[in-house]
T-cell receptor, first 115, second 113 residues
């Protein structure tokens, strides 16, 4: 069973609107959580990374939240733009001796922004 | 910097053939990662290196897959013999210890017929 579950699987939003993507995980012991944006035909690009002690982090119009108690994270996109159309992947790292740990990937949420 | 460079961008081969994918990490980065992405399984970490040494290869699917990093600026992922189920996009990424951000290449789309 995948230890990182993302929802919804896909969504369509109108340009200028806000949206929120969800990530639930069971990875333990938790080290950090990353959100990546992947444009079609490109490699993923890091948006945010949060450790256990952080509960929110922003990158421009992207704001990620983390509740380590409930093992939930969300990615909020404000005032969406056509360029936000992409797949958003949640990646959770378990604690390990090496700084990168063991990475668990979500299946991604496909976001389509329409004019 | 040109970023992580992968070659080729596309590879079409026949079942049973050997396939070699190449990666040049960002200069100065000491970590290198190989990933595979499919619609069914999403993004999977295959193997990663630190200072040219393989640290974790538990994601390598089977003995047909091998990866090497002969120096800090070059890595290869080899599949021998290739099978249709190996068809996927293979990504290489690099990072600098302590920065915790991975930079991905554009990927190699592999099709095994």
């Amino acid at each position: 069973k995948n230890q990182v579950e993302q929802s919804p699987q896909s969504l369509i939003i109108l340009e200028g609107k806000n949206c929120t993507l969800q990530c639930n995980y069971t990875v333990s012991p938790f080290s950090n959580l990353r959100w990546y944006k992947q444009d079609t035909g490109r490699g993923p690009v890091s948006l945010t990374i949060m450790t256990f002690s952080e509960n929110t982090k922003s990158n421009g119009r992207y704001t990620a939240t983390l509740d380590a108690d409930t093992k939930q994270s969300s990615l909020h996109i404000t005032a969406s733009q056509l360029s936000d159309s992409a797949s958003y992947i949640c990646v959770v790292s378990a604690v390990a001796t090496d700084s990168w740990g063991k990475l668990q990937f979500g299946a991604g949420t496909q976001v389509v922004v329409t004019p | 910097d040109a970023g992580v460079i992968q070659s080729p961008r596309h590879e079409v081969t026949e079942m049973g053939q050997e396939v070699t994918l190449r990666c040049k990490p960002i200069s100065g980065h000491d970590y290198l990662f190989w990933y595979r992405q499919t619609m069914m399984r999403g993004l999977e970490l295959l193997i990663y290196f630190n200072n040219n040494v393989p640290i974790d290869d538990s994601g390598m699917p089977e003995d047909r897959f091998s990866a090497k990093m002969p120096n800090a600026s070059f890595s290869t992922l080899k599949i021998q013999p290739s099978e249709p189920r190996d068809s996927a996009v293979y990504f290489c990424a690099s990072s600098l210890r302590g920065r915790n951000i991975q930079y991905f290449g554009a990927g190699t789309r592999l099709s095994v017929l």
